[in-house]
């Protein structure tokens, strides 16, 4: 109902004669080791949109020695989802770095709680154009996770079937609500990064109607 509520009001305010430029955004989401940050560098090389990966914008925030880095970090290693109004805070400040830019919002957002928070903080400014879904298979997640050797604190098996767990419980759901309201794009991930960006390109094509 959230979703719908948003949707309508999105769809209102496209038709309603605004014609004030506003920044682009597309949604990137999938399970922890999909390879959404491998696709969003190869989307930004092709098509010149930034990237604002949520994960990231937390990690940098935690090691900045901000007061709510330990408040992160608990989160980050326990797989559980940070409190929206500090995602948003960060993804806003990183966007008005370029008022027109196109961005993909990487990792976000991860439960209904996000799409509110969302909607509080950026309804009316942005333009969201659609969502991006890698779909992978947990396994091959795992290994991916595991193997990618970047130092983060939640590349171990215990952190990521939590991270697992909380994706299927709470990202899911607002996946499935995104797809009622004909936004998203499924990928199969599955498959080497240039196999997957074949797929990924036909959503940046003239037309975003599936």
Excluded at 117 to 122: I, K, L, S
Aim: hydrophobic share 35%; aromatic share 8%; glycine share 12%.
């Amino acid at each position: 109902p959230l979703l719908k509520q948003w949707y309508q009001r999105r769809v209102r305010g496209m038709l309603g004669g605004d014609q004030e430029p506003k920044p682009e955004v597309v949604f990137v989401l999938g399970p922890p080791g999909a390879g959404k940050g491998t696709q969003c560098q190869k989307i930004v090389e092709k098509y010149g949109y930034i990237h604002l990966s949520a994960g990231d914008l937390l990690r940098a925030e935690r090691a900045s020695g901000s007061p709510d880095g330990e408040l992160i970090e608990s989160h980050i290693t326990g797989g559980t989802i940070v409190p929206v109004a500090i995602t948003v805070k960060l993804i806003a400040n990183a966007m008005n770095k370029v008022p027109d830019g196109k961005f993909l919002i990487d990792g976000f957002p991860r439960n209904e709680d996000n799409v509110r928070g969302w909607n509080e903080g950026m309804e009316g400014k942005v333009n969201l154009k659609f969502v991006l879904f890698y779909e992978c298979g947990e396994e091959e997640c795992l290994r991916r996770a595991l193997g990618r050797n970047q130092g983060r604190s939640d590349d171990n098996v215990e952190s990521f079937r939590k991270r697992i767990q909380t994706y299927l419980n709470s990202t899911m759901p607002i996946v499935n609500s995104f797809k009622g309201l004909g936004l998203l794009r499924n990928i199969d991930s599955n498959s080497d990064p240039e196999s997957v960006f074949i797929l990924t390109q036909k959503c940046f094509g003239v037309s975003n109607e599936q």
